[in-house]
């Protein structure tokens, strides 16, 4: 069965400070792994996609690893913002089928960023 | 902004009743994908739509419906309302292939 874990489940950092998202998955036959932001309340956000041959991505301050082979992705944060509070989702999709049908969601870091 | 409307943003019912969620996709997108996520969980796939047609099923209950039109907007039938279908309703649209999905702000729902 397809799995996504994230950890930790919650976080509480200082602003300014940084932080690291922990994905691990079991999804398989791999195609891509999206990470999305979600504030309270509102829609998922993408910050970044990346495919088997890619082990780092960056968008601004966040910057997404892969180890395809040991399954793994983190989620850095540099220099922490308040408006960086929120949920941060990683999302695995399975080669071969259309996007969106067999992506398999993990349940999320809900990141709180204090002042 | 993604580009996706997704209309009511609240809605109060009781159970039993019949409710219409509707989703308008980002222009040019022809993919339609509708979420559940309760609270504290995870986003549960329910179902997508590829250009009018119905694509893939996920955990969708018999009790849910869904469609595509020709203009790409989609709505979201629930009925026999029960209290644990309370949840936020979130339409995606997609381009395809490798692309993201962008969603709308999603429908609250509260079946009291």
């Known amino acids: 069965k397809n799995q ?3 950890s930790p489940q ?3 950092i200082l602003e300014g400070k940084n932080c690291t998202l922990q994905c691990n998955y079991t999804v398989s036959p791999f195609s891509n792994l999206r990470w999305y932001k979600q504030d309270t309340g509102r829609g998922p956000v993408s910050l970044t996609i990346m495919t088997f041959s890619e082990n780092t991505k960056s968008n601004g301050r966040y910057t997404a690893t892969l180890d395809a082979d040991t399954k ?12 960086d509070s929120a949920s941060y989702i990683c999302v695995v999709s399975a080669k071969g089928v259309s996007s969106g049908d067999k992506l398999t969601f993990g349940t999320g870091t809900r990141l709180a960023v204090r002042p | 902004d993604s580009g996706v409307t997704q209309t009511p943003k609240h809605l109060i019912t009781a159970t ?8 308008s996709p980002r222009s040019g997108d022809l993919s339609v994908y509708w979420y559940q996520q309760s609270l504290d969980q995870g986003l549960q796939f329910l179902i997508q739509y590829y250009n009018g047609e119905e694509r893939a099923k996920g955990n969708i209950l018999e009790r849910f419906s869904a469609q595509q039109f020709p203009d790409l907007h989609s709505e979201l039938n629930l ?5 644990g279908d309370s949840a936020l309703y979130f339409c995606a649209s997609s381009a395809g292939g490798g692309s993201p999905l962008h ?3 999603g429908t609250r729902l509260t079946v009291t």
């Not at chain 1, 793994?72 to 408006?83: R, V, W």
């Not at chain 2, 009925?79 to 209290?83: F, G, K, N, Q, Y």
């Open chain 1, 4 to 6: 996504v874990e994230q």
């Open chain 1, 10 to 12: 919650s976080l509480i």
């Open chain 1, 72 to 83: 793994q992705s983190s989620l850095h944060i540099t220099a922490s913002q308040l408006s």
């Open chain 2, 16 to 23: 039993g009743q019949r409710v219409t969620l509707r989703c």
């Open chain 2, 79 to 83: 009925s026999s309302l029960e209290l």
């Open chain 2, 103 to 105: 969603f709308g702000n």
